[in-house]
């Protein structure tokens, strides 16, 4: 048996088409159903649905042999374990400074005043600004990122942008580009040498079914 570990949402749908050209079928769409792991087309092939920040947990520790995490995700867990052999190209965003559109950020740091900066990127957010020098306090949060600069709690945030209109929407504006962010294959590296033949055939399919950029 093959496990392959998705989220809800946009990777389940983006990672379907990927599938099909493996010859894979999911058998249940999991917005209408509760249940957690799903059977495909291919009898030796399942999916089992986790939250997108547990996906490089589950292939690590062989509760799944294959996953798909964003590069986000993976930053922040370290990918220990994992065998990272293909950018998928989907679920495409970028990783984003923001801050109160009325906030002189330029200024602050120049000053060399201390930020905070809110962020569920922590382990990425102290990267970015060790590499920049500026002092920050970072405060970990686990979503509705926007919120803090609009509640005194911090001068800026780093979350995940695609659109923009979310930021605008609460007055927000984006004042630096960390990072191009897609999903990957992760692979448990266990698994990669037992079950070599099938889990080849699958990562060959995906990188022949690759969105062109
Ligand atoms: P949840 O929404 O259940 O709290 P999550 O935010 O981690 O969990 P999704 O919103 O499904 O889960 O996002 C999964 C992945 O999709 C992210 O890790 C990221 O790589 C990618 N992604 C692409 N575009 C966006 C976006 N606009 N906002 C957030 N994530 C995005
Ligand atoms: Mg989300």
Avoid: W
Wanted: some cysteine; glycine content about 8%.
């Amino acid at each position: 048996m093959i496990t392959l570990a998705l989220s809800k949402g946009r990777i389940f749908e983006e990672t379907l088409p990927l599938l099909k050209a493996a010859g894979i079928e999911v058998l249940e769409d999991p917005e209408k159903s509760r249940k957690l792991i799903i059977g495909t087309t291919r009898p030796d092939v399942r999916v089992v649905l986790v939250r997108a920040t547990d996906v490089p947990t589950y292939v690590q520790y062989g509760g799944a042999d294959l996953g798909v995490a964003g590069k986000d995700v993976l930053l922040e867990h370290g990918g220990q374990g994992l065998y990272q052999p293909l950018d998928l190209r989907i679920a495409k965003c970028r990783m984003s400074v923001a801050v109160r559109d009325d906030f002189d950020y330029d200024k602050a740091v120049k000053q060399g005043s201390r930020l905070r900066v809110a962020t569920k990127y922590t382990s990425c957010a102290r990267d970015h600004f060790a590499d920049k020098g500026v002092h920050v306090d970072v405060i970990k949060l686990y979503g509705s990122m926007e919120l803090a600069p609009l509640t005194g709690l911090a001068d800026a945030i780093v979350d995940l942008v695609s659109t923009g209109s979310t930021l605008k929407a609460n007055h927000l504006v984006e004042v630096e580009h960390i990072m191009q962010i897609s999903a990957r294959l992760v692979v448990n590296q266990a698994a990669l040498k037992v079950k070599r033949e099938s889990i080849r055939q699958i990562i060959d399919a995906f990188a022949s079914a690759i969105p062109a950029e």
